[in-house]
């Protein structure tokens, strides 16, 4: 079972900045967050993860909070490719079958002109 | 660098038929992952190789679904016999991998199966 929870769906106004919020209320010590989008009919993108300080990479940024009980997504200035579905994962640091990614249903963000 | 190769990008095929998929991961990469992904759905792993050798088959339906990595670079899926429950897309992902460490994954962009 996922252990994130999300919003099914959002909207933003193109040229905005994207806020997605993710729920992980029992991420354990040893777990990072991991953000994917789906743009349609493509396979998954990787955007970045994090385990307990904020990241910035090229793509976007991700605030997690101070008991990693949650985190957000942020898309600085959102363009009409970035409509996509994006997946919150919470996924274990190791391994092996550690290295899984479960995926839930995710939140379709739809960037509006 | 070129990403993960998938085909055929589409098939339809009738139910009791039989079908194989087939995905070239990054080069380097050595762990490779099958997905089936079920409209309005995230995708579902379904299984997991290292180099050649399998670390989670545990929702592979192994009385349809098979799947092989015999040289530890390319890979087959295949159902046989097919039911309508195995429309989906299957999606091939695959990592770095190696001990410790965490790497992304990958994703090809998927065989779209339509069961008649």
């Known amino acids: 079972d996922a252990k994130t929870t999300q919003p099914t769906s959002m909207d933003c106004a193109e040229g905005r900045a994207a806020n997605l919020p993710c729920n992980h209320s029992t991420i354990s010590g040893n777990e990072y967050v991991y953000w994917y989008r789906q743009i349609h009919s493509q396979g998954p993108q990787y955007i970045i993860h994090?385990?307990?300080?904020?990241e910035t990479n090229e793509m976007a940024s991700l605030i997690i909070t101070e008991d990693r009980k949650s985190s957000t997504l942020i898309l600085p200035h959102a363009t009409l490719r970035d409509t996509a579905v994006y997946y919150c994962i919470v996924r274990e640091w190791g391994p092996g079958s550690a290295r899984q990614l479960t995926f839930g249903s995710g939140t379709q963000l739809t960037v509006l002109p | 660098e070129a990403g993960v190769a998938q085909s055929p990008r589409y098939k339809i095929i009738e139910k009791r038929q039989s079908v194989a998929f087939w995905c070239n991961p990054i080069s380097g990469h050595a762990t490779l992952y099958w997905y089936q992904q079920i409209l309005g759905q995230g995708p579902k792993l379904l299984i997991q190789?290292?180099?050649?050798?399998?670390?989670?088959d545990s929702q592979l339906p192994k009385d349809r679904f098979s799947a092989e990595r015999l040289k530890g670079v390319d890979s087959t899926l295949k159902i046989q016999p097919a039911k309508l429950e195995d429309s989906a897309v299957y999606l091939c992902a695959s990592s770095y991998g190696g001990s410790g460490g965490e790497y992304e994954q990958y994703f090809g962009p998927g065989t779209r199966l339509t069961v008649t």
């Open positions: 190789f290292q180099n050649n050798g399998v670390v989670d």
């Open positions: 994090g385990l307990k300080n904020n």
